[in-house]
């Protein structure tokens, strides 16, 4: 028996590139509206925590001069905490309900303009932001699954803060046993994800409940979820690299202008850079995950 059958990783990436330049119009807009509507109901992350993070970057870059490549790992966790406070800064608890329900509505939109897309409708955005929201209740309870099933890796980063805090990392068979625990424990959480992120595109057919799209999910990834879960895998290598390679050099850039000219200390740059670069990652996992849930429906060779 054959098994899953698409393009090859980089081909992959070409096609839903090449869908979104077709539909660059409409996503632009829905995503100027993501922007504008974060902006104003979320507000912007601290421009101080970048600071922090640049300097960290650059003490890392020494290090690593040095040969000392562990800098590198502890750097790169920082980054990630940065970036992740950063994207909720200090919501209230109204502001959490607005992110959610603003998420939810951004998917839907970008999930039916993208259908629409493919059918050969006529798409407008109007038609996306009115239209889309119907299975947002069905939506919304898929999303509190996939919260339940990433819990092993929140558990992974408590542990590490824990064991951080404590040294226990210090030891070899200490950091040895964590180090297998928590491969374990991510592992367990994207064997989950892998089905779950095709049950929430499968959720937004007409009449569809959201624990038969669980079903229907599983059923399609039997025998293909490890190669799913590389697409997956891919599919966030590509954001880690753009986050990498816009916002490092960005933080550089600004801080250094700012310290030679103080008077424009006050400008937002780098949480205006991150709303955007969070609205760009949105657009591409939706369209990546849309566009993958298409290729396992139209592929004709059986599970392996």
């Not at 300097?55 to 020494?62: D, F, N, P």
């Not at 209230?92 to 259908?115: D, F, K, N, S």
């Not at 092993?152 to 180090?179: C, D, H, K, N, R």
Request: proline share 4%.
């Amino acid at each position: 028996m054959r098994s899953l059958q698409l393009p090859g990783y980089w081909a992959f990436t070409g096609q839903v590139l090449s869908v979104l330049r077709d539909s660059r119009k409409q996503v632009l807009l829905l995503g100027l509206l993501y922007v504008l509507v974060s902006g104003v109901f979320l507000g912007l992350g601290s421009q101080e925590s970048f600071t922090t993070l640049r300097e960290t970057l650059s003490e890392a870059g020494a290090y690593i001069t040095d040969g000392d490549w562990s800098a590198m790992g502890e750097a790169s966790l920082l980054a990630l905490s940065t970036v992740a406070g950063s994207l909720s800064p200090s919501l209230t608890e109204a502001q959490q309900v607005y992110a959610i329900i603003l998420g939810l509505l951004m998917w839907l939109a970008l999930v039916w303009l993208l259908r629409q897309k493919r059918a050969g409708g006529s798409v407008r955005v109007r038609d996306a932001l009115y239209n889309a929201g119907a299975p947002i209740i069905p939506t919304t309870l898929l999303f509190v699954v996939l919260l339940l099933q990433l819990l092993p890796i929140a558990l992974v980063a408590i542990g590490y803060s824990a064991a951080q805090a404590t040294g226990l990392l210090a030891g070899g068979v200490e950091a040895m046993l964590f180090w297998a625990a928590a491969t374990g424990l991510a592992a367990l959480s994207l064997y989950w994800l892998s089905s779950t992120a095709l049950a929430l595109v499968i959720v937004t057919l007409p009449g569809m409940y959201p624990m038969r799209a669980l079903r229907i999910a599983g059923d399609m990834v039997v025998g293909r979820r490890l190669r799913i879960l590389y697409r997956v895998l891919w599919m966030l290598l590509g954001v880690v690299v753009m986050w990498a390679a816009v916002l490092i050099p960005i933080i550089m850039l600004d801080t250094g202008l700012k310290d030679i000219w103080p008077v424009i200390a006050w400008l937002p740059t780098i949480p205006v850079v991150v709303l955007v670069l969070s609205c760009l990652s949105f657009i591409w996992v939706a369209s990546y995950v849309y566009l993958l849930y298409r290729g396992i429906v139209d592929d004709d060779a059986k599970p392996a």
